[in-house]
């Protein structure tokens, strides 16, 4: 299985595509004016403390102020405060924490006016960005992620992350994580961490507790709202993350971006430096790999499947719904069981990969096509949790109710990603939209591929707009002439002015138009 990181810098705007043999599974757009980033740690200034919601407001910067409940302030919180405030009073206290005094676990039933008082300074961290009217959400138990190894302050606990299932390779890790550690850090081990050796873990280890070290050396003069320790990049984090031995290539367009790549290569993979490549072709990055075609047709309200069935996807602001609909040339298998289960099953990949593409989060729901064999319906659950797999959000899959009904429920810390894919109707001006325009060449084909080789159409004229007709036509080897050694026959193709841009139709050897469903 092979994956490729393609990433493109326009304007103020970085964005990243994740394919998965050749096939668009993850899409990021980083906007570089977009402060208040997914582990960011900030100076922050309380300014109200709700008793009623057992939370607090804090003020970062952003235009509204940020929210700290009770149960995300950590059990270490007020050990957290004393270092802050010895730091800031410019105190002497060891940066690595060491030999420092920890103060006791605050209660987990307590109330926030217990901890925090209005107008006090308490370093916070973003764990979930501004989405829609709500600012962000903020907790104080900090972590520092590597690529091995997530640091932990204020805490000495040493855990395995729970896909790492071999009690053997826990016990190891643990073992040697907690023989390496600095007093008064706590570490969480990595999936990636499996099998690795001291070597690579405490090369990782000490670029973090570094991390630390540098962050609250910058504390000592920060001011409220300043950013104290920030994640890196969208694009060096994906790679912290998704980097494996499946990767066949990372290719950037932008130098800046390619050295910060490079450089981070360096760090966690020398070996797979070699990948890094430097786009400087003729064709925009995104159009030589084929990723803004895919993005036109994978982020529209529906989505086709290759069975010729296809999703309906509706977002609102309290959940998700998915539709599952079989389509009328989803007509392959014996009896009408058969075709659901079908249909079900390779929805369920198409639904995962959505998932994890729009980054959608919250409650989905999804209606399949209604089955009565109860293990049909334990096999579309089984699948969709083996399809989720791959995903780095928490998510939790519930089997299909008595009414068809798949209910899963999936964290988000970014605002959802939707990408405007209706256009400006050419005819109206505007008044109505149509389906993305790049899309008519895969409809015709489509229609074309099962008119021969489902209905066995003998003889097919095709009517299209002037330049439609010239896209197929022109050429030595035309488009046209590739159908011809594909089928085996002859497609027709005239010119018809009356018909709009986007509209075409299919005739037989009778001239009688052929409907299209």
């Known amino acids: 299985m092979s994956y490729e990181l393609i990433i493109s810098s326009v304007q103020d ?10 096939g668009l599974v993850e899409f990021h757009q980083e906007d570089q004016g977009n402060k208040f980033t997914v582990g960011d740690i900030y100076l922050g200034t309380v300014k109200k403390v709700v008793q009623g919601l057992n939370a607090a407001f804090i003020d970062i910067g ?8 009770y149960l995300d302030l950590g059990p270490q919180v007020n050990s957290l405060n004393k270092f802050t405030k010895t730091v800031q009073n410019r105190g002497q206290v060891s940066y690595k924490m060491a030999k420092f005094p920890m103060e006791a676990d605050i209660d987990k039933l307590g109330k926030i006016n217990q901890v925090l008082s209005k107008n006090q300074q308490i370093l916070v961290q973003v764990v979930k960005e501004p989405i829609s009217t709500k600012g962000p959400r903020l907790s104080c138990e900090l972590s520092l992620a590597g690529r091995y190894l997530v640091l932990v302050p204020f805490s000495n606990s040493v855990n395995v992350s729970k896909k790492v299932s071999d009690s053997d390779e826990r016990k190891r890790l643990v073992r040697l994580i907690s023989s390496i550690k600095p007093e008064n850090f706590g570490v969480i081990i990595r999936t990636v961490a499996e099998g690795k050796d001291v070597a690579e873990l405490d090369k990782d280890l ?16 920060a001011k409220p709202r300043d950013k104290v320790i920030g994640e890196m990049g969208r694009a060096s984090s994906i790679l912290r993350d998704v980097l494996n031995e499946s990767f066949d290539s990372i290719t950037v367009d932008d130098k800046v971006i390619f050295e910060e790549v490079r450089t981070y290569l360096r760090q966690i993979a020398p070996d797979k430096e070699k990948l890094l490549k430097f786009h400087n072709g003729k064709a925009k990055i995104f159009e030589h790999f084929g990723i803004e075609k895919q993005l036109k047709s994978l982020f529209g309200q529906s989505v086709s499947l290759s069975g010729g069935g296809y999703l309906i996807i509706e977002h609102t602001e309290a959940m998700h719904v998915i539709d599952v609909n079989s389509g009328n040339k989803s007509n392959s298998e014996n009896n009408q069981e058969d075709t659901a289960l079908a249909v079900n099953l390779e929805a369920v990949k198409e639904i995962a990969r959505q998932l994890r593409l729009r980054d959608m989060g919250g409650i989905i729901v999804v209606d399949f096509i209604d089955m009565r064999n109860a293990d049909h319906k334990r096999m579309v659950y089984e699948r969709m949790k083996e399809e ?3 995903d780095r959000s928490k998510f939790t899959v519930l089997p299909l109710s008595k009414f068809g009904l798949m209910q899963i429920t999936r964290q988000r810390v970014r605002p959802e990603l939707n990408i405007t894919t209706k256009e400006t109707c050419p005819t109206c001006g505007g008044t109505g939209k ?3 325009s790049i899309l008519v060449s895969d409809q015709i084909e ?15 004229r095709l009517a299209v707009h002037p330049f439609i007709h010239a896209y197929y036509t022109k050429g030595l080897f035309s488009k046209q002439l590739g ?3 594909k089928y085996k026959r002859w497609v027709s193709i005239m010119q ?5 841009i986007l509209e075409f139709k299919f005739y037989n050897a009778n001239q009688e138009e052929i409907e299209l469903h």
């Open 13 to 22: 705007e970085c964005r990243i595509a994740l394919l998965k043999e050749k």
């Open 62 to 69: 952003y235009e509204k102020d940020a929210f700290l409940h």
């Open 434 to 436: 149509i389906t993305a």
């Open 496 to 500: 018809d002015t009356s018909l709009p």
């Open 446 to 460: 489509h229609h074309l591929e099962h008119l021969i080789t489902k209905q066995n159409e003998k003889s097919i």
């Open 388 to 390: 989720m797999k791959g």
């Open 483 to 485: 159908w011809f050694f």
């Open 206 to 221: 000490s670029s973090l507790v570094q991390l630390w070290e540098d962050g609250m050396k910058k504390l000592k003069s």
